[in-house]
Each structure stands twice: as structure tokens, then as C-alpha cells.
């Protein structure tokens, strides 16, 4: 457990929550938005009573006004459950310098974890995928939970190819409740792909947020000569030119972030681009706060 | 073009590496994985050609570095035309030594030269030197006939000595610079007293060709010369007839027996006029009884009043200085008056009497102004009052000088005044029974100097010392040391003055020195040499040297010389004046100097007497030196065509020098491709 959790990353996001955006399905009182009225310091409605109606709703003092019984209404409150989607493709065990940024995606899954169920007694669940499906810790606020989640962390080695598709019909199939999906990979796919399979669990009312992990050579690679460039995921092996990744791929890899950002933002989705070399306490925390600021 | 060392060129295989490096060997890049090949193209065409260009030039500079280090070490050459008629070198040196004002041979020898320089092809290069008391260089390599023409106009007689060592050493020197062949034309009378002791120093290089152009044809004509005069430096009393007299040799040089008339001229006056029979080839003696001058400088000469082919050489001058006896101070500890009595006995006895010995005890000596003294002796005398003391180095140290002597006083205390270091130790030699002898002298050092030193050490061997102090000799001149090496008379300088330490006493308790003859020339030559009377008159050689102050002093803080040559002239100039340690005393006649102290002197210079011999070298000599092959080609070296003979030229220097410039360009060029591009942010 304690290799997913840094305490300084801890300290650094411990004063914030995760709140879901969008309303979420939930069973006990939490700090998010419920569908339902419920108990809850804020107000939402007067409406007039109705037989059948509990009593301990009725706004007496207006009664005592007006003779009329009225009943007072409140914003219903709940919790909400936390899916993280992880991507283990083979591109993931990339990295020109520790971490990987395979590792670099556990930390923030786990440090999410540790937030949703120790700060906010949040369900958690997650799902590893490549081009499968390979394990699904459905979210629970069970004791135990967190050791499970972690357990999965541990064992989600990069392997194979990505495909996005199938986890989140995995995700349609078995989860029912609207709640928050994190979906943390490196998104090497076409940008209008990736939204357009993401995309309906968006529809379904649940609050999606994309993580991009990237390492520090992705973003702005560096070569010394021309040099014979492996594909981790294909095995496919071609020879690249210093000029061309100074110029042509940068020009490619900030198209690629900023579509991507941009058609999840239309989509109604959050979109993170988190670089490996930037301490993972600074980058969760600056998510963090701009969401809380947004919400 | 060739190869000095073509089995280097073996080495040009390993142009192969540069090769091997750049052409032949495959480019193996290490395969690196990235996490997608999404946003990557091909690049492998355009990357191979954009290698190829650039370490096309990295490659050119390696296969040019390996080319010009191969060929370096092969040493090649090219082969010059030397024996065309531009490169080779005209060197006429003119002898302008004393012997050439014989006759009109220093004309003639102009003449000659100037025919040679107007023979010579316009564009061949010719330089003027002189031979005669110092080389000199009048031109630089130069074909314009105008200036090397009047260089030759321009040559004056002169009073110096031709040394044919030195032409041989000087045109080995310039042979070093110049590469080329030399025609060396030498305009001599070629007399035999020019030649060195060692016919090596006479040899030239390879490249250069002897011309000899003797001036002087046939035998040499009869002359006279005086050869040399003894007369006293400084007199005191003109009376005496010991010590006024003046000797003089008059020598004959291929000549006959003959009556001469020699005259003595002081002051521009005949006074005396004698008649001397020379033998032939001989030499015979005049003498003067007495020699009547004034107070101050007496200008004199000794001249043979028959003239011959030569007269520059009839007549030889010196100065004389009549001044009263300097008095000596005589500073000796209390009870002790042997050392004075011993000591004045010989001052007297020697100098002529140009001395008066005053005797002070040590104690007493408090009020006495040295520079009122010719010199001070300090007989065993270690302790003086402060007043004195100081006294004494401020007069030491403006000019003054002092004789110290060390006797048993100082086992007692160990600090002897005005020197700076101290007794470390005495040797009582009187214990053991076995006295101490003089063992080592410097006959160079003028106290003790003597032409001839006999067997006896110049009787300085029979001399037993029974004390002697031991100190450090430190920055001072060991003059003499006994047998055990320790040192007996040191001269250390103080400022403009000299100190001159005797380890032992000047009595007869300490050594017996005082009861031998070379003591009475110790005495004369120390009281000369300290109180500077040779200094200041007397007579010199041609090229000889004067000291006009002492090395230790500072420059900035000099006072200014005054020097007038025979032709009254000023020969330094202002900034030398107040600089110049030393003067050449290049023209014969007399010297006027005064020197930074205010002492005047007045110098005769003669010029050296072997300039008076016109004999020349021997046919035979001349032609060795000439080189006999090359004797023949000489007398027509200036008409005949000459035969293409080539000279290899090394290139070594300069293809090192290009392979050094193409290594700094490769160590360039590899940083710039090689070197890690900074990131573009």
C-alpha cells in the first residue's frame, strides 16, 4: 500500500475533495449532488401538503401564519462511487527516466482511491484494461476496499494493445449507477475515436474525466543523430532524423492534446494532460482545486 | 620534391582508419523504444544524406590529419636552385683594424670592394660588415647598390685589432640565419697576428666561400713601433728618480738594425730626447731618468721621432696624475702596533710613496672622517665606535674601501664590521705545529695579480698561517684560500666600494706574511687597487674596458658620467650616462671621464701592439683557410658561370605546422557534429 502513496502527495490533496460534477446515484448521505430531495442544509422547495405526507416536513411556522400546511423541501445529498478505468497497454511501461508512466498512473489512481474512500467514504472500483478487460474491482465502500484496489493496482503490468471499447462496454454492462469514471491512459489513438467510445458513458450521466499521462520525451523528444525509433505496442521499428521529431512531432503531439482537450470539452468531459516529470502532489492538487473551483 | 625518411610513407595505411571510420563502417544505431509510432515518419533517406554531408567534411580533415603527419615524419624536402646568382649571398667584410691605416691600404681595400659590389648582379643580395676590434654588421642582406655603396664609403680606420677567430665565429652565427650559399670577400692586409691560437675558430660553414683579398702585396715594409712604456700611474715626487722614470720598448717588425731618436712628450712638450740602437727584429730599451709634471693629469707619449711606412704605431701614450701622497687610515686595536709597523714598512716601500700610513688605535678613531683617506685598513680592529662605524659605510658605500684584517680579536666577538656575515669559527693551525699554507690564489684578482706566478704560487707557498678566522664566504670573491680551503682573502662590494677581508692578521703572530717579499706586492698592488690610482690614469689597450660604476647600484637613483673620447666627443649619450655600467674604449688617445663620485681621470689608450707587425699570413695558411679547392673558383667567382648545384629545403616545420592548424579544425568540427544539441524550449 504503501508504494501507491506518497505522504507528501497525500498532505498536498487531503484538504480537498473529489466532488462529482453532474449528479450522481448514491445510497447514503455524501457530498454530492442527489437526484432526490433529501435531508440536507439546503433549501430547495415549498410544496403544498399532500395526504401521505410525513409531518415532520411540514413548515409549521408558515402554518402558524397562513393556516395553510406547506411542505418544506431540501436538496437531497449522497455519496457516489469512483471508477478508474487504467490503461495498461504496452506504451504505458514507456519512460526515458523514472517513472514510468505506467507507475505514474497507479499514484494517481491509488492517491484518488485513498481520497474517495478514506476522506469521503466514497465507493471505488477499478478497471485495468489493454485490449481486454483484465481485472474489474467493482466500487465498494467495504472494509478491505482499499487493500483490494491496490492489489489491482500491483498486478496491472503493461501488456498488449489498447482498446478502448472494451472496457467501457465491460463498464455499460455491469455498472448501472451514475457516478465518476477516470479514465487514465495515454491516449495514443485518434482523438475522435477515443471521444466517440467514451463518449456515451458521458451520456449516461456520469461525470468522466481523462487523464493523459505522457512522459517528458513524448512531449518534446530529444535526438542526438537519426536513430531507429521501437513501437512497444506493434514491435514496429523505423528510422527517425533529429530535424524531424524537433519540428514535425512536436507540431503533431500538440495537435494531438489540444484536439483531444478540445472534443472532450465538447463532449462534456474533463481532460488533464499530466507529464511524468511534474511532481504528482502538484499536478492531483492543481486538478483538484480547479475542479472544486469549477464545480 | 623528395623524402628524407621515405620509409615513413609505410605509415600512409593507416589512412585506411579515416576511411574504414567514415565510408566503410555501417551506421549501428540502437534500436529505442518509445510508447507509440503514432505521430512518427520515416526519416531514413534523408538522414543518411544529411550524415553524409556533414561528416564529409570531418572525414576530409581526418584523412588530411593522418596524410600530413605521415609526411612529416617522412620529412620531405624541395630542392632549391641554389646556385642561381640571386640566391646566393654577397658578404663583403671590410678590415678596418689598426693596421690598415698603414699606407693607403684601407683605401685600396675600399676600392676593391667597390669593383666586387659593382660586378655583382643587380638583383644578388650583398651585406657589409668590418672586421677590426669588433664585428660589425654596417648593411642588412640588401641588392641596392646605392646603400651598400655608401656603407663602404663610410668606413673610417679604426684602433681596434682584427681577430680572424672572431670573422670565423660571427659568419658561423650568421650562417645559422641565412640558408642560402655565401660569398664571403674578406679585404685584409691578412696579418699574421690576426690569426687565433686554434685554426678551428677560423674554419667557416660549408655554405660559405671564402674570397681572400689581400691588400697588402708582398713583403711587409719595415716598422718601428713603441711597444710598450712602464711609467708610474700616479706621482707624488717627481725628483725621485726610482720612482719618475719611464721606460719604453721600441720594436722592430722586419726591420734592420738601425739608430732611432725616441722622444718624451708630456703635455705636448718634448722634455727628453734619447738615442736607442735597434737591433733588427729586435727590440731595445729606452729610459727616461725622471719625469717632470705638474700637479693633476700629465698627458705623455714616448714617440720615435724617424718616421717609417707606418707612423701611427711611433708614438705611445699615457697619462700621469701628480698629486701629494694620499694618506692611508690605519685603524688597529689598542696595544697592538706590529701590524701598522709591518704594514707601512711595505706601503712605503712599494708605493712609490704615494701613501702616508696614519696609525689609530680603535678607540680613538671616533672623530675621523674616512673620505679624507685614500682607502682604511682594519688591523684585527672588530670593534669600533658606532660614529666611526657608520662613517665607514657611508664612505664604503660612495666609493670608499676598506682592508680588514682579522686577528686573534676576533675569536672574542664574532661580528667583524661592514661585513655582513660573521666568525663562525678560527682555526689555530700554531696548536697542532702545523702551520697552514696559502694554497689556492687568484692571480686574476688585482691584489694579488701577477703575470707569471712561479712554481712557489707566486711565493705565496711559502706563506704559514698559524690563525685564521672561518666565515661564510656568502655573495663575496674568495681570492685565496689555504690549503685546507678555507678561505684567506675575500673582496665583497659594498654599494660603489670594496671590502677586502684578510682571515688573518697583518702581524707576524697570526701568519708570518709579513716577513716574506710577496707581502711588500701584496701591499703595493691592495693600496693600488683600493685607493683606484690605476683607475684614474695610467694607460689601456684599444677595446678594453672601463667600469664606470658598480653593478649593485640603482639604476634610478645614478648620477650622470662624463665621458670625452680623443676626438672630444661625448661618446654617451644622456640616457647612457646615468645607465652604463661599463665604456669600450674603442679609439686610441686619451680619455677624459669623471665618474659619479667626482673623481676625474684621465685614460691613454694604444692600440694593441700586435697591430704593428705587418707580416702577413703565409701563402700556404691563406690557402687552407680559403679552402685549396676552393681557391681556384674564387679568383673567378665573380665572372665565371656558375654551376647549377641545389640545395634541399625541409618542409618538416611547415607540414607540422598544417597538420597542427587541421587537428584544431577537426577538434572543432567533431564538438560541433558530435556535441549534444542544446533542447529548444
Excluded at chain 2, 119 to 142: S, W
Excluded at chain 2, 436 to 459: I, K, M, R, T
Aim: aromatic share 8%.
Amino acid at each position: 500500500m504503501q508504494r501507491f502513496l506518497d505522504p507528501q502527495v497525500l498532505a498536498g490533496i487531503s484538504s480537498l475533495d473529489l466532488v462529482a460534477k453532474t449528479v450522481v446515484d448514491g445510497f447514503v448521505a455524501g457530498l454530492h449532488r442527489s437526484p432526490d430531495f433529501g435531508f440536507s442544509q439546503e433549501f430547495a422547495e415549498y410544496r403544498a401538503y399532500t395526504a401521505g405526507d410525513d409531518l415532520r416536513h411540514v413548515d409549521w411556522n408558515l402554518f402558524a401564519r397562513t393556516e395553510r400546511c406547506y411542505l418544506k423541501r431540501y436538496r437531497g445529498e449522497t455519496n457516489s462511487q469512483l471508477t478508474v478505468l487504467l490503461d495498461a497497454s504496452n506504451s504505458m511501461q514507456y519512460t526515458s527516466g523514472p517513472p514510468r508512466k505506467m507507475d505514474y498512473a497507479c499514484y494517481i489512481a491509488a492517491s484518488l482511491f485513498y481520497l474517495a474512500i478514506h476522506n469521503q467514504r466514497d465507493a471505488a472500483g477499478l478497471i485495468v484494461f489493454d485490449d481486454e478487460v483484465r481485472e474489474d474491482i467493482r466500487p465498494s465502500t467495504r472494509p478491505g476496499q482499499l487493500a483490494r484496489l491496490f492489489a489491482g493496482l500491483e498486478q496491472a503490468e503493461p501488456r498488449a494493445l489498447t482498446n478502448f471499447a472494451k472496457p467501457l462496454k465491460h463498464l455499460e454492462s455491469f455498472r448501472h449507477r451514475r457516478g465518476i469514471a477516470m479514465v487514465i491512459s495515454d491516449f495514443y489513438e485518434d482523438p475522435e475515436t477515443i471521444i466517440h467510445t467514451i463518449a456515451p458513458m458521458r451520456f449516461r450521466g456520469n461525470d468522466v474525466v481523462l487523464f493523459h499521462i505522457l512522459d517528458p520525451q513524448e512531449v518534446r523528444p530529444v535526438l542526438n543523430g537519426s536513430a531507429i525509433l521501437v513501437d512497444l505496442e506493434t514491435d514496429h521499428r523505423i528510422e527517425v532524423i533529429p530535424e524531424y521529431t524537433k519540428t514535425t512531432y512536436r507540431a503533431k503531439i500538440d495537435a494531438h492534446v489540444d484536439r483531444l482537450r478540445s472534443l472532450a470539452r465538447g463532449a462534456g468531459m474533463d481532460y488533464h494532460l499530466l507529464v511524468t516529470d511534474q511532481p504528482l502532489d502538484r499536478a492531483l492538487r492543481e486538478y483538484l482545486s480547479l475542479r472544486q473551483a469549477g464545480n | 620534391m623528395g623524402f628524407h625518411a621515405p620509409w615513413f610513407l609505410g605509415g600512409l595505411a593507416a589512412l585506411g582508419v579515416p576511411v574504414f571510420l567514415h565510408l566503410l563502417r555501417h551506421h549501428r544505431a540502437t534500436p529505442r523504444p518509445v510508447g507509440s509510432l503514432m505521430f512518427f515518419e520515416r526519416g531514413t533517406q534523408s538522414s543518411t544524406r544529411y550524415r553524409r554531408l556533414k561528416h564529409l567534411v570531418l572525414f576530409a580533415l581526418r584523412f588530411a590529419l593522418v596524410l600530413l603527419v605521415v609526411l612529416a615524419f617522412a620529412n620531405p624536402f624541395v630542392r632549391h636552385a641554389a646556385a642561381d646568382a640571386n640566391g646566393r649571398l654577397l658578404l663583403i667584410v671590410l678590415d678596418n683594424s689598426f693596421s690598415m691605416r698603414a699606407g693607403t691600404r684601407l683605401a685600396d681595400a675600399k676600392q676593391q670592394a667597390l669593383a666586387v659590389l659593382a660586378a655583382k648582379p643587380r638583383t644578388q643580395k650583398a651585406q657589409i660588415m668590418t672586421l677590426g676590434g669588433e664585428f660589425r654588421v654596417l648593411t642588412q642582406a640588401i641588392a641596392e647598390e646605392t646603400q651598400l655603396q655608401a656603407a663602404l664609403e663610410s668606413v673610417q680606420p679604426g684602433d681596434g685589432r682584427a681577430n680572424f677567430g672572431e670573422l670565423g665565429r660571427a659568419i658561423r652565427q650568421l650562417s645559422e640565419t641565412v640558408r642560402g650559399p655565401i660569398d664571403l670577400h674578406l679585404f685584409s692586409d691578412m696579418q699574421r697576428t690576426a690569426m687565433p691560437a686554434n685554426f678551428a675558430d677560423m674554419v667557416l660553414p660549408n655554405n660559405v666561400t671564402l674570397v681572400l683579398q689581400p691588400v697588402a702585396k708582398g713583403a711587409a715594409s719595415p716598422n718601428w713601433a713603441v711597444e710598450s712604456v712602464q711609467a708610474p700611474a700616479v706621482l707624488s715626487d717627481p725628483k725621485d728618480p726610482k720612482r719618475s722614470r719611464v721606460k719604453a720598448v721600441v720594436a722592430g717588425f722586419g726591420t734592420p738594425e738601425v739608430s732611432k731618436t725616441v722622444s718624451l712628450v708630456v703635455n705636448s712638450r718634448v722634455i727628453a730626447t734619447r738615442k736607442v740602437n735597434v737591433p733588427a727584429n729586435g727590440r731595445a730599451t729606452v729610459e727616461f731618468a725622471s719625469l717632470d709634471v705638474g700637479y693633476g693629469f700629465s698627458r705623455c707619449e714616448v714617440r720615435i721621432e724617424d718616421g717609417d711606412a707606418f707612423p701611427a704605431d711611433d708614438a705611445s701614450v699615457f697619462a700621469v696624475r701628480r698629486s701629494d701622497p694620499e694618506r692611508v687610515l690605519f685603524v688597529h686595536v689598542g696595544g697592538e702596533r706590529r701590524s701598522a709597523l709591518y704594514f707601512g714598512s711595505a706601503l712605503e716601500a712599494a708605493a712609490q710613496g704615494a701613501f702616508v700610513l696614519q696609525s689609530v688605535a680603535a678607540e680613538q678613531a671616533t672623530d675621523l672622517d674616512p673620505s679624507k683617506y685614500a682607502f682604511v685598513v682594519l688591523s684585527d680592529a672588530v670593534v669600533l665606535p658606532s660614529i666611526f662605524e657608520h662613517a665607514l659605510a657611508q664612505y664604503v658605500a660612495k666609493g670608499g674601501s676598506v682592508l680588514i684584517s682579522l686577528g686573534t680579536a676576533a675569536a672574542h666577538n664574532a661580528r667583524i664590521p661592514l661585513w655582513d656575515g660573521a666568525v663562525k669559527d678560527v682555526r689555530e693551525y700554531a696548536r697542532t705545529g702545523n702551520p697552514a699554507s696559502v694554497g689556492q690564489v687568484d692571480f686574476s684578482y688585482p691584489a694579488l695579480a701577477q703575470e707569471q706566478p712561479g712554481h712557489d704560487n707566486g711565493g705565496w707557498a711559502d706563506v704559514k698561517v698559524f690563525y685564521a678566522a672561518v666565515l661564510d664566504t656568502g655573495q663575496s670573491r674568495v681570492a685565496a684560500r689555504l690549503a685546507d680551503s678555507t678561505p684567506f682573502l675575500l673582496d665583497k662590494q659594498l654599494g660603489e666600494g670594496h671590502v677586502v677581508l684578510l682571515t688573518s692578521g697583518l702581524e707576524n703572530l697570526t701568519n708570518d706574511l709579513p716577513l716574506h717579499p710577496v707581502f711588500v706586492a701584496f701591499v703595493d698592488r691592495t693600496a693600488r687597487y683600493l685607493s683606484s690610482s690605476e683607475r684614474l690614469s695610467g694607460s689601456r689597450l684599444v677595446d678594453s674596458f672601463v667600469q664606470l660604476r658598480s653593478g649593485g647600484e640603482l639604476v634610478g637613483a645614478a648620477t650622470s658620467i662624463e665621458v670625452i673620447d680623443p676626438d672630444g666627443r661625448r661618446p654617451l649619450s644622456l640616457t647612457e650616462a646615468r645607465t652604463a655600467q661599463s665604456l669600450r674604449l674603442e679609439r686610441a688617445g686619451f680619455y677624459q671621464i669623471r665618474f659619479a663620485n667626482g673623481r676625474d681621470a684621465v685614460i691613454a689608450v694604444n692600440p694593441d701592439r700586435r697591430e704593428s707587425d705587418l707580416e702577413p699570413l703565409a701563402e700556404d695558411v691563406q690557402q687552407l683557410w680559403s679552402g685549396s679547392s676552393q681557391s681556384a673558383r674564387s679568383q673567378t667567382a665573380s665572372t665565371a658561370p656558375v654551376e647549377a648545384t641545389y640545395q634541399a629545403i625541409s618542409l618538416w616545420w611547415y607540414v607540422m605546422l598544417l597538420a597542427l592548424l587541421v587537428a584544431i579544425a577537426e577538434v572543432v568540427f567533431a564538438s560541433g557534429y558530435m556535441g549534444t544539441p542544446r533542447e529548444e524550449v
